[in-house]
């Protein structure tokens, strides 16, 4: 399976349609001395590019709209725009989400907005208040209302929040690869909180996405490295069912969750994807013309350079009970 790209390296594609097309924004690798280490300093992204296409056939062109948003355009962040998402607000605008790091060292979550899914987009000049760590996944439900869901563990300092959901609870003694371990640790989970209706803002405080393993009913335990949350969140819903999923991280694998609501609880559905030949898995799931897509990424183009990355899309199928099937990258 080629890369949708491959005039440069993108990854944690986040795909949407708007307008009739599908538009991805994905984060950009580039070259980069840094050493690989669990910190995640090796991704050090600087821009953000955006890409669309009026078809997922293998030959159809996917046109690069350029550069929309750099690190000097916004004031509060020092350095690596990780992985973005967006969405269409109510009033017709388009809004990017993007994590970075502050000038602390911290990351936030910061929102630009534009008149075109293509951009470009002004950012605000300060993150959105209460936020805190990446992977920012948005979600317009079907009432209107719209969620976002964000957090990922080790590098993008979820774990430096044991203390609660609020910003201003970062413990700096979490930072690096920890996280709560034991026999009675539950897995942390990623964050959500519904926006404000003009999608600058958290209307509320962000509340943990919990997992349940299916055979118990209980929480997902940290040391369960296959199924628990690791980064990567992202929601989309398929008739009356919310799907969760998200990549499990050091195991590489994607995987879903299945609730009624966009809170959850949500129950572990299976994997998505098996992993793939690089450090890191991220994706998105929408539909397009009838049919689901997953786009993700691999390092296949980079030979297997774990910071330079490009994004593919496969088709997905859903059972009868509307489990995800697992899917094959290899099959034609």
Not at 129 to 140: L, R
């Amino acid at each position: 399976m080629a890369p949708l790209i491959t005039h440069l390296y993108t990854a944690d594609p986040s795909a949407h349609v708007f307008e009739g097309r599908v538009y991805i924004y994905p984060s950009h690798d580039r070259e980069t001395d840094i050493q690989f280490n669990d910190n995640g300093d090796q991704y050090d992204m600087a821009d953000y590019h955006v890409f669309s296409t009026d078809s997922l056939d293998p030959a159809a062109p996917v046109i690069d709209h350029g550069v929309v948003l750099r690190t000097e355009d916004i004031p509060w962040v020092s350095k690596q725009l990780w992985a973005p998402d967006a969405a269409q607000g109510r009033d017709g605008k388009y809004y990017l989400y993007f994590p970075a790091r502050d000038k602390a060292g911290v990351f936030r979550i910061g929102v630009a907005v534009g008149d075109r899914p293509e951009g470009p987009f002004t950012p605000d000049p300060e993150p959105i208040k209460g936020s805190y760590s990446i992977d920012p996944a948005s979600f317009v439900d079907t009432d209107g209302a719209a969620y976002l869901y964000f957090g990922g563990l080790w590098g993008g300092q979820l774990q430096c929040y044991q203390g609660g959901n609020t910003a201003d609870v970062f413990d700096d003694s979490w930072q690096g690869p920890k996280e709560p371990t034991g026999a009675e640790a539950k897995a942390m989970g990623a964050r959500v909180a519904k926006l404000t209706d003009d999608m600058h803002q958290f209307a509320e405080e962000p509340r943990e996405v919990v997992i349940l393993a299916p055979e118990t009913g209980e929480p997902i335990a940290a040391d369960d490295h296959d199924r628990r949350f690791f980064e990567a969140a992202w929601m989309h819903k398929r008739a009356d069912k919310y799907y969760f999923s998200y990549s499990t991280g050091d195991t590489h694998y994607l995987c879903y969750a299945t609730g009624d609501t966009p809170y959850g609880p949500f129950t572990y559905g299976g994997r998505i994807l098996e992993p793939v030949l690089g450090w890191t898995t991220h994706h998105s799931i929408v539909e397009f013309q009838g049919r689901w897509w997953l786009f993700h990424h691999d390092c296949e183009l980079s030979k297997g350079v774990n910071h330079l990355r490009s994004v593919k899309v496969k088709e997905i199928f859903y059972d009868d009970e509307g489990k995800i099937l697992p899917v094959d990258v290899n099959a034609s």
